[in-house]
């Protein structure tokens, strides 16, 4: 019971910062720049922003496939379908509660493939940590290359923006109000059950990663990972940088926007529940600095949400379905046999 209450006040709080945000930031907003906004969110190119679900889908098939290869140096041969029906519920769970769905995806394989939690979640643990070092190479690319435009989205001299409420936000509170759930857990698990099982908790976590740390070590065709590794990328590069085509004002965005928006916007997603709020205002900021004004950017990063949340939640039910319809027959070829 205490378990589903904290559940409930977790996803309360994570959407109830994302759409206090938006509806914060909408309200200051001048009826003409909203009508504006409005227009230029109707008038964008469906097909190109249906770019947003394709690549995400590609992307999705690597990400599914380079858990396999973790999985299977563990031990476990998982079947792709319940392995990626798992993935593609993970982004859906993720829209309502941030994270949530990582494990929940590992308790899919446990219940369709016997794989223990403890074995799946450390495999998880080096795949986000291989994602992380990813998103880091791109941060650099960007630092070399756009140095100026990197540094200013941080600075307070920018003159697009001086002193923006928004970008305080965006720039220290999200992150504090992370910092602070994290400690409100921690400080929940240790009140809860005592100093020992908060150690105990911890160095099963740091057991599952140094596991999954093994399972890079022992992985049998290190290529392939490494592959399916840059696919996932590349697939979200493309998925940026054609969504650029939506709208006539950002079509001419070039590689260093892509890259910008995929850096930032990455971490904005992350923020609150499918990045709600947080996510557009984010990319309205970067793309100030590629010179689009603040009532294109806002309505690009709007539409850009809106559609990868539309692809994420039909995503999940589909896969929900379709995991429940393949493993009842699974189930019924056994017993036949």
Avoid at 6 to 13: F, H
Avoid at 176 to 191: C, P, T
């Amino acid at each position: 019971m205490k378990e589903k209450l904290s559940t409930v006040i977790k996803l309360i709080l994570s959407l109830g910062l994302g759409v206090g945000l938006m509806y914060w930031f909408i309200g200051r907003m001048p009826e003409s720049e909203k009508l504006q906004t409005w227009e230029t969110m109707k008038s964008a190119n469906i097909f190109w922003l249906l770019s947003i679900p394709l690549f995400g889908f590609l992307s999705n098939f690597s990400r599914a496939e380079r858990w396999r290869y973790l999985l299977q140096s563990a031990g476990y041969k998982p079947g792709f379908w319940n392995t990626f029906f798992s993935v593609m519920i993970m982004y859906f769970a993720n829209l309502f509660v941030p994270r949530s769905g990582d494990v929940l995806r590992c308790s899919i394989l446990t219940k369709y493939e016997g794989i223990p939690v403890d074995k799946s979640v450390g495999t998880m643990v080096v795949e986000r940590f291989v994602d992380l070092i990813s998103i880091a190479v791109i941060g650099f690319i960007l630092f070399v290359g756009q140095r100026e435009k990197f540094l200013l989205l941080f600075s307070k001299k920018a003159e697009t923006a001086p002193e923006s409420p928004e970008m305080t936000v965006i720039k220290y509170i999200v992150p504090v109000l992370l910092v602070l759930g994290i400690g409100g857990f921690s400080f929940y698990v240790w009140k809860k059950h005592g100093i020992e099982k908060f150690v105990t908790l911890v160095k099963e976590k740091m057991s599952g990663f140094l596991h999954g740390l093994q399972s890079i070590r022992n992985l049998k065709n290190p290529m392939a990972f490494i592959i399916h590794s840059i696919l996932v990328w590349v697939c979200y590069i493309f998925m940026t940088y054609f969504a650029f085509r939506a709208l006539p004002e950002t079509a001419s965005l070039d590689i260093w926007a892509c890259l910008a928006c995929l850096f930032f916007g990455g971490f904005a997603m992350v923020a609150t529940p499918g990045g709600l709020g947080v996510f557009p205002i984010t990319i309205k900021f970067v793309l100030l600095q590629f010179g689009i004004a603040a009532s294109i950017g806002l309505p690009y990063g709007l539409a850009v949400w809106a559609m990868q949340t539309l692809a994420g939640f039909v995503g999940g039910i589909l896969s929900i379905g379709l995991l429940l319809l393949i493993n009842r027959s699974n189930k019924l070829v056994t017993k036949l046999a």
